[in-house]
């Protein structure tokens, strides 16, 4: 599985972005698809979720309201749509795939960890300016 992340860039507080994530490879191994981001210092940071097959979304409390993820399958893309960007949300931002089984049995509970993505993108740089 190959992940291509694109669309970040430099915006003003307040402003949007869209990123996008292009998977190839055998996708029928994928559980879900995250957004996990890290800014300068600090320790990645689990960002936002969805399942391949049911389209289940799931956010950080951080980001919850401003962010949205989705998926177009036929594409093999998804995206992550942000409004109301804030300064702390700068960071660089990685798409992810998950193949793994503790997903698939414990989906609430393992769908945040990071542990869990075996599958990662380069990183896309998100710069947001106060």
């Known amino acids: 599985v190959q992940l291509q992340a694109s669309g970040g860039g430099m915006v003003q507080a307040g402003g949007s972005l869209r990123l996008s994530c292009a998977v190839s490879?055998?996708?029928?191994?994928?559980?879900?698809m995250s957004w996990i981001r890290q800014a300068p210092g600090k320790e990645r940071e689990f960002v936002a979720a969805?399942?391949?097959?049911?389209?289940?979304?799931y956010y950080a409390d951080s980001v919850k309201g401003r962010f949205t993820i989705s998926r177009d399958n036929a594409k093999n893309i998804w995206y992550l749509q942000m409004n109301r960007l804030k300064p702390e949300d700068t960071a660089a931002y990685y798409c992810?795939?998950?193949?793994?089984?503790?997903?698939?049995?414990?989906?609430?509970?393992?769908?945040?960890?990071?542990?869990?993505?075996?599958?990662w993108g380069q990183g896309t740089l998100v710069t947001v300016s106060s």
């Open positions: 969805i399942t391949w097959s049911g389209g289940r979304r």
């Open positions: 992810a795939a998950s193949d793994s089984p503790h997903i698939a049995t414990a989906q609430a509970m393992n769908i945040m960890k990071i542990v869990f993505y075996d599958f």
């Open positions: 490879g055998r996708t029928s191994s994928i559980y879900a």
